[in-house]
């Protein structure tokens, strides 16, 4: 299955005019992308192989450096392109795309919010795939609700003591860099953790319905002391931090929606013109035709929902209502197109791993990066909130 | 050590697409490097990390074969020649005779790396004529090389045997694909690689005769239809059955 597609160089051609490189980065990623993790996406799946070794050699080809300026070993390219690739990452395989966009966030915040000594220490490694970072927000009883972090900061001498727990964390337990959020008496505030800190442990593997190539568990702080330096940013700042981080996050889920999806899609149309009833293709009935048309407009919507998201973001401008656009339809988009493909597999749909994980890979992300319900929220908010 | 590389932008048999009567539609079909031509580039990119040296890419291609000129360049290459001709308009000697002279042009190499052939027409007929023509040692078929000094060391990969030879440089050695595992250029080096040299040399700028000597007339695709005999008994009646019916086949010896 070709991943790189007439439409994606069409919309780079459209939207990067003169820019032929972007075509050649991205049909490189897709090359690298079709022989080396596509071939692996059911094994992780299904637990009977690892990402670690994949995800490394996909971070050495440079994907998350796309966003990130030279200085700091990034490759200087629209944001655009970069959701454009995790596209393609997510038609690949969603775990492992889930696990770098999760690991490229939290590049994000250190770059937008971070001291010059801590883009630097931190920034070139992550983007370069020599760490593997994490983001962890997410608390047992507060999700939505960021504001309520249990997780708390409390200064002690020149640093902190971390204590508290955060839940459904993606790379917990191989990461090498924390982006954390705990709260000190100014409010929330983020800090940067190592790995290594010995006041971390984590939780087991949790079991879940999807994105299972990626580890996701509990992060643990107990007096997990860390130095003023990781400190990221002003103190009581965090939450506006997280909601930043999380906007230019939301498009890039929206786009890794938006490959799953086609993924789906490709494997439908194939099988709905190989497979015959009542004498001809189930492609010839008119039933399955509207399921086909329907799938395709869905995800040619749902990219360019992400790319507009993705163009605003790259003018300057707030973005924060486009990005939740992009991914409140291209997520539930991305579960209506895979719930489809299911149901033109029939039987073979519902009882094959590689039909049905597209389903359970959707699944998670109208749940994570900002449940649908609260996306909406925010896009209500800012209609209703403009003068007349 | 100069290093060339022969590489071909040749059509991408996964996209090619017959016309109703069975024939591969090879014009304007998609083309990408050679798949055997990537390992011709890896080797000499590893001989240059290991003993230094440039490597210098050739091809005969039309405009479109920039991109694997490209991409050659990001997996290692220095620069890049390109000499603007059709390969499906000219002949297997006519290819051969406009890369000697371009290498001829570039000045003196020390090896020439080629693949085994092209990965759509695969007549492997290009790097033997090319040594011929430029007078070089050939070695065909090479699963290994090492260079030491003046002198290189190959072991050809036949098909039942491996022969092992040494002869003084300059050579043309083709390869196969056992030699080694080509990179992926990362997204740094396919950026870096638009900042390499890559001349475009017109047939005419080297005076070769391209009118060819061999004219392909047709080519048509080759249908097989499979036997699909079913086995059936216990797994040790139809394992018994399947070597049997391999060796009446001559699949197996009997």
Same mark, same amino acid.
Request: net charge negative; glycine share 10%; charged share 25%.
């Given at each position: 299955?070709?991943?790189?597609? @007439? @439409?994606?160089?069409?919309?780079?051609?459209?939207?990067? +005019?003169?820019?032929?490189?972007?075509?050649?980065?991205?049909?490189?990623?897709?090359?690298?992308?079709?022989?080396?993790?596509? +071939?692996?996406?059911?094994?992780?799946?299904?637990?009977?192989?690892?990402?670690?070794?994949?995800?490394?050699?996909?971070?050495?080809?440079?994907?998350?450096?796309?966003?990130?300026?030279?200085?700091? $070993?990034?490759?200087?390219?629209?944001?655009?392109?970069?959701?454009?690739?995790?596209?393609?990452?997510?038609?690949?395989?969603?775990?492992?795309?889930?696990?770098?966009?999760?690991?490229?966030?939290?590049?994000?915040?250190?770059?937008?919010?971070?001291?010059?000594?801590?883009?630097?220490?931190?920034?070139?490694?992550?983007?370069?795939?020599?760490?593997?970072?994490?983001?962890?927000?997410? $608390?047992?009883?507060?999700?939505?609700?960021?504001?309520?972090?249990?997780?708390?900061?409390?200064?002690?001498?020149?640093?902190?003591?971390?204590?508290?727990?955060?839940?459904?964390?993606?790379?917990?337990?191989?990461?090498?860099?924390?982006?954390?959020?705990?709260?000190? +008496?100014?409010?929330?505030?983020?800090?940067i953790v190592e790995g290594s800190n010995p006041g971390l442990s984590f939780g087991e593997d949790l079991p879940k319905l999807g994105m299972r190539g990626s580890r996701t568990s509990e992060v643990r702080f107990s007096d997990c002391r860390v130095p003023a330096e990781s400190l990221v940013g002003e103190e009581g700042m965090g939450f506006e931090y997280a909601?930043?981080?999380?906007?230019?996050?939301?498009?890039?889920?929206?786009?890794?929606?938006?490959?799953?999806?086609?993924?789906?899609?490709?494997?439908?149309? @194939?099988?709905?013109?190989?497979?015959?009833?009542?004498?001809?293709?189930?492609? $010839?009935?008119?039933?399955?035709?509207?399921?086909?048309?329907?799938?395709?407009?869905?995800?040619?919507?749902?990219?360019?929902?992400?790319?507009?998201?993705?163009?605003?973001?790259?003018?300057g401008a707030d973005f924060g209502s486009e990005a939740a656009q992009a991914k409140v339809f291209s997520t539930e988009m991305s579960l209506r197109v895979c719930d489809s493909a299911i149901q033109v597999f029939g039987g073979y749909g519902y009882t094959t791993d590689d039909v049905h994980r597209h389903w359970r890979d959707a699944r998670l992300l109208t749940?994570?990066?900002?449940?649908?319900?609260?996306?909406?929220?925010?896009?209500?908010?800012?209609?209703?909130?403009?003068?007349? | 050590?100069?290093?060339?590389?022969?590489?071909?932008?040749?059509?991408?048999?996964?996209?090619?697409?017959?016309?109703?009567?069975?024939?591969?539609?090879?014009?304007?079909?998609?083309?990408?490097?050679?798949?055997?031509?990537?390992?011709? /580039?890896?080797?000499?990119?590893?001989?240059?990390?290991?003993?230094?040296?440039? /490597?210098?890419?050739?091809?005969?291609?039309?405009?479109?074969?920039?991109?694997?000129?490209?991409?050659?360049?990001?997996?290692?290459?220095?620069?890049?020649?390109?000499?603007?001709?059709?390969?499906?308009?000219?002949?297997?000697?006519?290819?051969?005779?406009?890369?000697?002279?371009?290498?001829?042009?570039?000045?003196?190499?020390?090896?020439?790396?080629?693949?085994?052939?092209? &990965?759509? /027409?695969?007549?492997?007929?290009?790097?033997?004529?090319?040594?011929?023509?430029?007078?070089?040692?050939?070695?065909?078929?090479?699963?290994?090389?090492?260079?030491?000094?003046?002198?290189?060391r190959v072991e050809r990969s036949l098909e039942e045997s491996v022969e092992v030879v040494e002869a003084p440089l300059p050579a043309v050695v083709s390869v196969v694909s056992e030699i080694n595992e080509p990179r992926y250029p990362t997204l740094i080096q396919i950026m870096q690689a638009a900042k390499k040299p890559l001349e475009e040399v017109p047939p &005419?700028?080297?005076?070769?005769?391209?009118?060819?000597?061999? /004219?392909?007339?047709?080519?048509?695709?080759?249908?097989?239809?499979?036997?699909?005999?079913?086995?059936?008994?216990?797994?040790?009646?139809?394992?018994?059955?399947?070597?049997?019916?391999?060796?009446?086949?001559?699949?197996?010896?009997?």
């Amino acid at each position: 299955m070709p991943l790189f597609l @007439e @439409e994606h160089r069409q919309l780079l051609s459209f939207n990067y +005019p003169g820019r032929g490189d972007l075509v050649e980065a991205l049909e490189s990623v897709a090359g690298f992308l079709e022989d080396k993790v596509m +071939p692996m996406a059911t094994k992780f799946d299904q637990h009977a192989a690892k990402i670690e070794e994949t995800r490394k050699e996909l971070l050495r080809q440079g994907v998350c450096q796309m966003p990130f300026p030279k200085e700091l $070993e990034g490759l200087g390219l629209p944001f655009g392109a970069y959701a454009l690739a995790i596209e393609l990452t997510g038609a690949a395989d969603a775990g492992i795309a889930l696990s770098i966009a999760i690991h490229n966030t939290a590049a994000e915040g250190i770059l937008q919010f971070g001291s010059e000594g801590q883009k630097r220490k931190y920034v070139p490694d992550i983007v370069a795939g020599r760490k593997v970072a994490s983001f962890a927000l997410t $608390e047992p009883t507060s999700g939505s609700d960021a504001k309520a972090m249990g997780t708390k900061a409390a200064r002690d001498g020149e640093g902190f003591v971390l204590n508290g727990s955060k839940a459904f964390i993606t790379n917990a337990g191989e990461a090498d860099v924390y982006f954390v959020f705990a709260a000190t +008496p100014k409010g929330p505030s983020s800090f940067i953790v190592e790995g290594s800190n010995p006041g971390l442990s984590f939780g087991e593997d949790l079991p879940k319905l999807g994105m299972r190539g990626s580890r996701t568990s509990e992060v643990r702080f107990s007096d997990c002391r860390v130095p003023a330096e990781s400190l990221v940013g002003e103190e009581g700042m965090g939450f506006e931090y997280a909601k930043k981080m999380l906007n230019g996050s939301r498009i890039v889920m929206g786009s890794l929606c938006v490959g799953i999806a086609q993924a789906a899609f490709e494997k439908s149309i @194939e099988y709905a013109r190989s497979r015959k009833a009542f004498g001809s293709a189930i492609s $010839e009935f008119q039933l399955i035709r509207e399921k086909v048309a329907d799938m395709k407009t869905g995800i040619t919507a749902g990219r360019l929902l992400c790319l507009h998201a993705a163009r605003v973001r790259e003018s300057g401008a707030d973005f924060g209502s486009e990005a939740a656009q992009a991914k409140v339809f291209s997520t539930e988009m991305s579960l209506r197109v895979c719930d489809s493909a299911i149901q033109v597999f029939g039987g073979y749909g519902y009882t094959t791993d590689d039909v049905h994980r597209h389903w359970r890979d959707a699944r998670l992300l109208t749940i994570g990066e900002g449940t649908s319900e609260v996306l909406r929220m925010l896009i209500a908010r800012r209609e209703l909130a403009r003068s007349l | 050590m100069k290093i060339a590389v022969c590489i071909k932008h040749a059509v991408d048999e996964s996209e090619l697409k017959m016309d109703p009567g069975g024939s591969p539609m090879i014009t304007g079909a998609a083309g990408k490097m050679g798949t055997f031509d990537k390992n011709a /580039v890896e080797e000499a990119v590893r001989l240059k990390s290991s003993g230094g040296g440039d /490597v210098t890419i050739f091809t005969v291609g039309p405009a479109d074969a920039r991109k694997s000129m490209k991409e050659g360049l990001a997996m290692g290459g220095d620069r890049g020649v390109l000499v603007t001709a059709d390969p499906v308009r000219i002949d297997s000697l006519s290819v051969a005779g406009l890369l000697a002279k371009a290498v001829q042009r570039d000045g003196s190499f020390d090896l020439i790396i080629c693949s085994e052939g092209s &990965s759509d /027409v695969y007549t492997g007929q290009v790097p033997p004529m090319l040594a011929e023509l430029l007078g070089f040692a050939y070695f065909g078929y090479a699963k290994k090389l090492e260079v030491s000094g003046s002198r290189i060391r190959v072991e050809r990969s036949l098909e039942e045997s491996v022969e092992v030879v040494e002869a003084p440089l300059p050579a043309v050695v083709s390869v196969v694909s056992e030699i080694n595992e080509p990179r992926y250029p990362t997204l740094i080096q396919i950026m870096q690689a638009a900042k390499k040299p890559l001349e475009e040399v017109p047939p &005419s700028a080297l005076g070769v005769e391209t009118a060819p000597k061999v /004219v392909v007339r047709s080519m048509s695709g080759q249908g097989s239809n499979r036997k699909k005999v079913m086995l059936d008994g216990t797994p040790e009646e139809a394992a018994a059955k399947l070597v049997d019916a391999l060796r009446a086949e001559g699949v197996i010896p009997r």
